[in-house]
């Protein structure tokens, strides 16, 4: 009996550092739990920069991509003073939405801090009309990344 091959899917990751500043801990001298959705965005962004797809390159297409979901669950805290990696997974789907997942490591002890995902959904810009299919510089960017 033959098997059929499995064919091995593209995953597109970006890892990116940031310094945990005075302005993210709380009375307790950890960082505040809605820091962590920034932090997200922290390596959504760098995530952009690398692979052309960051807000900026959207926006030229005449589209916006809110956040229409979020989830973060909280393992281990960060400090001041911590270098927390981000590593931003882009999820990789057929509906017209962009999924990403993320975990959040600290540097000194390369202690698992947080996971999470987000997804975005594509707006046009002018009218806030929702994309009901994968605009086509979203295809042209998968046919790009994804093979």
Do not use: C
């Not at 690398?50 to 229409?68: H, M, Q, S």
């Not at 999924?99 to 540097?107: G, L, P």
């Not at 594509?122 to 086509?136: G, H, I, M, S, Y």
């Amino acid at each position: 009996m033959t098997e059929i091959p499995k064919t091995k899917k593209k995953t597109l990751v970006h890892t990116t550092e940031i310094k945990v500043k005075f302005s993210d801990v709380d009375a307790l001298s950890i960082v505040w739990h809605g820091h962590y959705l920034r932090y997200f965005e922290d390596g959504r962004e760098a995530f952009g920069d690398e692979y052309g797809i960051a807000y900026l390159d959207v926006f030229a297409n005449g589209l916006v991509t809110p956040i229409v979901k979020s989830n973060v669950n909280y393992k281990s805290p960060l400090e001041y003073g911590d270098t927390a990696i981000i590593e931003t997974t882009f999820v990789n789907n057929p509906a017209a939405k962009i999924v990403f997942d993320f975990k959040i490591f600290n540097k000194k002890n390369k202690a698992l801090v947080a996971t999470g995902s987000t997804t975005q959904v594509f707006l046009d810009a002018q009218t806030k009309e929702l994309f009901w299919t994968n605009p086509p510089f979203f295809v042209e960017w998968k046919n790009k990344w994804m093979k």
